[in-house]
């Protein structure tokens, strides 16, 4: 099934295609189809002004969350300066440059300065940080905006008995954030097992 059938330029199509083909030969972890598409249909109902992503990997997911609402800001945050290299040379490729804002850095150290209001937060970093990438980004989100946070059961090892040690400390974090979320008062959360698992929180207000 061709997942791009719904953007109508069909030179960005056919650049979108690329992006997905070639992330997926350098085994770079992007968004996948299902969730994808979650994503998208919450974009279409909020009209979000301001987006915050945290975790740009090559820009896919920002690029796509840019096609998909087009009168959003997104501010996308990356770590590892090689993918922000390349991230940004996709942004550019795709004339998004003024929209797709690309900051490179330590979300923990960036988020708590960012001076933005956002209507929609899409979470997919180190999944040991989920919590405090969350916690950082709690006063910026207006009352109704929406948080979705990808990889929440992680190869199924969130739910399964037997966890390889070298996931142990990030699977022990990531079920603490399950909790965190399914029980904060500010927030309403469902956890679906939508490809690796996503949950999406709406702020009450």
């Not at 933005?116 to 899409?122: L, Q, S």
């Not at 999944?127 to 989100?141: L, S, T, V, W």
């Not at 979705?148 to 699977?171: Q, T």
């Amino acid at each position: 099934m061709d997942n791009f059938l719904w953007i109508k330029d069909e030179k960005q199509q056919s650049m979108m295609r690329k992006l997905y083909d070639q992330a997926k030969v350098d085994r770079v972890p992007i968004l996948l189809d299902n969730a994808a598409g979650v994503i998208d249909s919450w974009l279409l109902l909020l009209k979000p002004n301001r987006i915050l992503e945290v975790g740009t990997a090559v820009g896919y997911s920002a690029i796509r969350m840019a096609l998909v609402s087009p009168n959003s800001i997104i501010d996308t945050i990356e770590k590892d300066p090689d993918r922000a290299n390349e991230a940004r040379a996709n942004i550019q490729r795709f004339n998004l440059e003024e929209r797709v804002i690309l900051h490179e850095g330590d979300a923990l150290d960036l988020i708590s300065g960012m001076k933005e209001e956002y209507d929609f937060v899409f979470i997919d970093a180190a999944k040991g940080q989920y919590g405090r990438f969350f916690e950082d980004a709690i006063e910026k989100i207006r009352p109704g905006g929406v948080v979705i946070c990808d990889n929440m059961l992680f190869h199924g090892f969130v739910e399964a008995e037997e966890v390889p040690k070298r996931y142990r400390s990030m699977i022990k974090k990531l079920k603490v954030f399950h909790q965190t979320l399914l029980n904060h008062p500010d927030f309403e959360t469902r956890i679906l097992s939508i490809d690796d698992g996503i949950s999406i929180s709406v702020k009450r207000g």
